[in-house]
């Protein structure tokens, strides 16, 4: 593997030494410098991937050796660390400003220093900066002067430039029709496309509109300059100037573009990150909420359970006594049968034994407990029907379903918790049926329901329920006598886990879940309260199709 190469720039060889050593032992390659001047012979001859600069050196200004640093193109992206004796602030202010990647006071110490020189490295190396050989910049020259052109080409050159020319703004744009190109230096006079049209059609043009481009001109009043930079240049520089300020502003503004490029795959790569993030946790919530869904189901099965046994057990009860007092009865008249079977029976003995059984009453005793029997039996087998239909929770399907069988349902399994304290009113007019999810729906009635039974304190209790058409959405209102919202708390009642229940009466999740099947129906909820008086209405979508009416 390839070591980084760092330059250590220090006036005292102790701290050079020190500096060097550490920095060997972590597997860098150490150069070293005294002095600015020296620095710069270092970066000269050597692939340096990160420096080191002393605040403190006589007669120099490390912020100059910085400055002179970022202002050229070949050491622009030169990873850079200040360290000091010093603890301050303006420092570090001011190191920043001035183009330092980062800050290190020497009562931090040597690890901590590294620690930011490897940081350094590893962020620059995955975003292929400090890469061993530098990618080669093209700076596109457009002038109509062949002696510019080759003058200029060979100064830039020198610079590690590869330079592309053209003698005229068409070929200019014929260029970067076919060629990749990182900046373009143009000339304001030209024939046939003068500079200004070229940049109207560069900045014009998607592919090419972020290129930097420097306008030269012999002429240099300001009101080219401004009429330059309105165009769409990024800087101006008069014809006749050094070729060294030239170099210097090609430079600053690649130094810029790299700084964006640098920027925007951070971003790409920051926002990749983000994505992940958020799809991991959506998938979390996701889960997360299917649990809690779940829990609410079996909050829900256990109220089933709870009421349906309730139900059941009536019935069952007095059929189970009824068999009790039927198989006594059988067991006299099965008696009877035997004795007039019994060929030496008496007679007289017979009809006292009738009398005494009482077999005229028996026989009608039998008669209504099987009938009352039956009709337990039946009560039951309602039960479990109503419990099968309503719990149709998993079935995933939407069907044509009438809405009010699942309202009765509904109430079936919630009647142990009516009773004689609470009366139902119901004004249920024909409506059609809807496609749905009819077990999703039945949730919905048992939650709303049961939410109204719980806020109804005491007898004399009153559940309207009213089902009618209106604006081809059918419309189901749920109103009790009990309690009642109090306002500040109407607008969280559909937030996951908000309950006004004791702590254990409840998961707080019922009327969210609520929320959410009637979302997915394309339905609306709607809440309504006072004291003494709740209202949730429902408006679901009628479905084209499903026309019938109940």
Not at 91 to 104: E, K, L, P, Q, Y
Not at 189 to 218: A, F, T, W
Request: charged fraction near 30%.
């Amino acid at each position: 593997m390839n070591k980084s190469n760092i330059l250590v720039v220090d006036d005292s060889p102790t701290q050079r030494a020190v500096l060097q050593a550490h920095l060997e032992v972590n597997g860098y390659e150490v150069f070293d410098a005294s002095t600015h001047k020296e620095a710069l012979s270092v970066l000269n001859q050597q692939n340096i991937h990160l420096m080191t600069l002393d605040w403190e050196m006589p007669n120099e200004c490390p912020l100059d050796l910085v400055r002179n640093l970022r202002s050229g193109w070949k050491y622009f992206d030169l990873p850079v660390v200040m360290m000091t004796g010093r603890n301050n602030p303006e420092d570090v202010i001011s190191a920043m400003n001035a183009g330092c990647d980062d800050f290190v006071t020497k009562e931090d110490g040597i690890e901590l220093l590294e620690i930011r020189v490897r940081r350094l490295l590893s962020f620059l190396k995955r975003l292929d900066v400090a890469s061993t050989e530098r990618h080669q910049r093209r700076i596109l020259l457009i002038d109509d002067s062949k002696t510019f052109l080759a003058t200029t080409k060979q100064f830039l050159e020198d610079f590690q430039f590869e330079i592309l020319v053209a003698e005229s703004g068409i070929k200019g744009l014929e260029v970067l029709s076919n060629e990749v190109v990182d900046l373009i230096v143009v000339d304001w006079m030209m024939p046939e496309m003068n500079g200004l049209d070229l940049i109207r059609n560069v900045r014009e043009n998607d592919i090419y509109r972020e290129i930097p481009i420097i306008m030269l001109s012999g002429k240099g009043a300001i009101e080219d300059v401004v009429s330059a930079i309105e165009i769409g240049a990024d800087d101006f520089i008069n014809k006749d100037s050094d070729l060294k300020l030239l170099e210097k502003k090609i430079g600053v503004l690649l130094r810029i573009q790299e700084q964006y490029r640098r920027y925007t795959r951070q971003l790409v790569e920051d926002k990749k990150k983000i994505e992940n993030i958020v799809i991991k946790r959506t998938q979390e919530l996701k889960q997360t909420q299917t649990q809690l869904v779940q829990a609410e189901k079996m909050s829900s099965l256990g109220q089933m359970v709870a009421g349906v046994a309730h139900e059941i057990n009536n019935p069952l009860s007095f059929v189970h006594n009824n068999l009790y007092v039927i198989k006594t009865d059988m067991d006299d008249i099965l008696e009877l049968l035997d004795k007039y079977q019994d060929e030496k029976a008496d007679r007289q003995e017979i009809r006292e034994f009738e009398e005494e059984i009482e077999i005229s009453e028996t026989l009608e005793e039998l008669n209504d407990l099987l009938t009352t029997s039956s009709t337990g039996i039946q009560r039951i087998r309602d039960i479990v029907l109503s419990l099968r239909n309503f719990a149709r929770l998993d079935e995933g399907e939407r069907k044509s379903v009438n809405l009010y069988e699942g309202i009765e349902n509904t109430l079936m399994i919630l009647n142990h918790k009516l009773k004689k304290r609470i009366t139902i009113e119901k004004n249920l007019q024909a409506i059609p049926k809807i496609f749905c999810e009819a077990g999703k729906l039945n949730q919905v009635f048992m939650n709303i329901m049961d939410n109204a039974i719980d806020a109804i304190e005491g007898d004399g209790g009153l559940i309207n329920i009213d089902g009618f058409e209106e604006n081809n959405h059918i419309i189901l209102q749920f109103t009790d006598n009990g309690v009642g919202i109090e306002p500040e708390n109407k607008e969280k009642v559909f937030e996951p886990f908000f309950t006004t229940k004791p702590v254990g009466d409840g998961t707080g999740l019922g009327l969210s879940i609520t929320y959410s099947i009637i979302s997915d129906h394309d339905g609306k909820i709607f809440v309504d309260s006072k004291p003494g008086k709740t209202t949730f209405r429902i408006e679901l979508p009628v479905a084209e199709a499903a026309s019938s009416r109940v």
